[in-house]
């Protein structure tokens, strides 16, 4: 799989992310929490611009009346429709039938890339 320069670690600090254009695809690299993560910016419910939505965190499991808010800056959600997915694994929160694409992500001496293929 070819492996494209997209960034370095100082242009993305913690909590931030950019839109990017690779062989046509266009792809969010984000940095959560000093780990980066690419997904595609094609939301798979009704093609909105998926990486123009928030990051956010969800409620997790948790008894009946009781709300535990965790997993902060792990989910984007959907600006069209709301839908969430997990930045680390594309995994929508919804369902476990519909994801988006991500792509592994590599740092090496300050450099980020991105590895994207057919």
């Known amino acids: ?18 839109i990017i254009q690779i062989n046509g ?3 969010g690299l984000y ?14 419910h009704q093609g909105a ?14 008894e009946v009346y009781e709300f535990i ?4 800056q792990e989910i984007l959600r959907c600006p069209w429709h709301g839908w969430e997915f997990d930045l680390k694994t594309g995994k929508s929160l919804f369902s476990d ?8 992500v590599s740092v090496e001496n300050g450099q980020i ?6």
């Open 31 to 44: 940095n959560v929490k000093g780990e980066y993560f690419a997904v595609s910016n094609y939301c798979p």
């Open 69 to 72: 808010y965790g997993r902060d």
């Open 97 to 104: 039938k519909v994801r988006v694409r991500s792509y592994p």
């Open 1 to 18: 799989m070819p492996i494209y320069p997209v960034a370095t670690t100082e242009e993305l600090p913690a909590g931030t992310y950019k």
């Open 113 to 118: 890339s991105i590895s994207v293929g057919k």
């Open 25 to 27: 695809s266009s792809i």
């Open 49 to 62: 611009e998926l990486c123009k939505g928030i990051v956010c965190g969800t409620t997790l499991d948790s």
